[in-house]
């Protein structure tokens, strides 16, 4: 054998890890294309939840702009209704605006009302007459200044130790309405059934159970102190951003007329029926 000639099992051995080396830097490649993709899709996602999260804001801040002006200037109320009954707007671009607006002063105000009307309304609300009693007593006890409990069910230190809680009662006025949820008695089906007909901001105290079951055949007045706004975008793909304002409307609104302005995305949701009037402000404002 001459010695330009190689041994044959030299060339079996050459062409396998050939094939190998290829078969690594084809999957490398592939990897490489697929962490790509991933990364496009990603922000190509990452961009549409930006932009809709832009359009809800910024339909929030119209319709806070609107309620504030309606009332400071008396002209025509927005065509929404205020009693939390979605509304959908159609869009530019195959979008979806999904709008609820609720008149905070028709609502149980945690602080200010007073313990049997606090009774009363849990009752309303389909809430066991026992529970109904218990709650209103903890509602009371988490709100007042001093350490003694309130007959027939309320709950101080003590009772929040024996029921594992490590925080008490904050005896000082509800924050958030989501604070009920720190109540011992309180259970999550029962603040999922409380938390859209409660709120600390209506001084009032006035709650409005005309839409409810049992409740009074004419509906109270309201000041319109404060509605809460809740707006979501949705795209064909179903890509959802949305916003939560709550707006001092009164005559003489806090400020931009914005108190609170909280992100959310909310579930997907069952379709709604058009506002047109509204819809039509909303359109004229983000059509070029």
């Not at 990364?39 to 930006?50: E, N, Q, S, W, Y």
Request: glycine letters at 10%; charged letters at 20%; aromatic letters at 4%.
């Amino acid at each position: 054998m001459s010695s330009g000639e190689k041994p044959v099992g030299e060339a079996g051995f050459v062409l396998p890890a050939v094939l190998a080396i290829l078969v690594v830097l084809s999957a490398a490649a592939v990897t490489a294309a697929l962490r790509l993709q991933t990364r496009t899709a990603l922000a190509t996602v990452r961009g549409d939840g930006v932009r809709l999260q832009g359009l809800a804001d910024g339909i929030a801040r119209l319709l806070a702009h609107g309620f504030v002006v309606e009332r400071t200037y008396r002209m025509p109320r927005l065509d929404l209704p205020e009693d939390g009954s979605p509304i959908a707007c159609p869009l530019p671009g195959g979008l979806t605006a999904r709008i609820a607006v609720r008149d905070q002063g028709r609502l149980l105000d945690l602080n200010t009302t007073p313990r049997l009307a606090l009774e009363e309304a849990l009752r309303v609300l389909a809430v066991p007459d026992g529970d109904a009693r218990t709650l209103a007593a903890e509602i009371v006890d988490f709100r007042d200044p001093d350490d003694i409990t309130e007959p027939g069910g309320g709950a101080e230190v003590p009772q929040y130790r024996a029921r594992g809680l490590a925080d008490g009662p904050r005896n000082g006025p509800f924050v958030s309405a989501d604070e009920i949820e720190q109540l011992p008695s309180m259970t999550p089906a029962l603040a999922a059934r409380l938390r859209p007909y409660v709120t600390v901001f209506n001084p009032g105290g006035q709650f409005d159970t005309t839409p409810l079951p049992g409740g009074a055949s004419e509906p109270r007045p309201s000041p319109r102190l404060f509605l809460r706004i809740e707006v979501s975008v949705a795209d064909a793909k179903g890509i959802r951003a949305g916003r939560s304002a709550l707006v001092s409307t009164g005559p003489a609104p806090i400020g931009t007329g914005v108190v609170a302005w909280t992100q959310s995305v909310p579930p997907s949701e069952a379709k709604a029926p058009v506002a047109r009037g509204a819809c039509t402000r909303i359109v004229a404002v983000l059509e070029p």
